[in-house]
């Protein structure tokens, strides 16, 4: 059984800055990416930073220049730095650890943290 677990949401002004974090534990080897994704009700969920193993990122465009995500990969974590929040920056953020495999995808998600940045 996998548990991605996250932390470090909240209210902040625009402006402000918010670190979330993510433990990734249980049986899983070899994390391949880990990610953070985001969802306002009504609107799918929406990639926000990925990091592979290897330490190349990948960022929405919506948020270049602002957020830096960076992972361990001895402890199976992952944060997410947000800089100059916007309002619209305001969502569920969600942790993603995946793992490729011969046949087929391995995708855990955790529980979700509000962010909430407020004009």
């Known amino acids: 059984q996998v548990q991605v677990v996250e932390s470090g949401g909240g209210l902040v002004q625009a402006g402000g800055s918010l670190r979330l974090s993510c433990a990734v534990s249980g049986s899983i080897f070899s994390i391949d990416d880990m990610g953070w994704y985001r969802q306002i009700p009504g609107k799918q969920r929406e990639l926000v930073a990925v990091i592979t193993s290897g330490g190349s990122t990948n960022y929405a465009d919506s948020v270049k220049g602002r957020f830096t995500i960076s992972r361990d990969n001895a402890k199976n974590t992952v944060n997410l730095q947000m800089n100059s929040l916007k309002p619209e920056d305001t969502a569920v953020y969600y942790c993603?650890?995946?793992?490729?495999?011969?046949?087929?995808?391995?995708?855990?998600w955790g529980q979700g943290t509000q962010v909430t940045v407020s004009s």
């Open positions: 993603n650890a995946h793992k490729s495999l011969m046949l087929r995808n391995l995708d855990y």
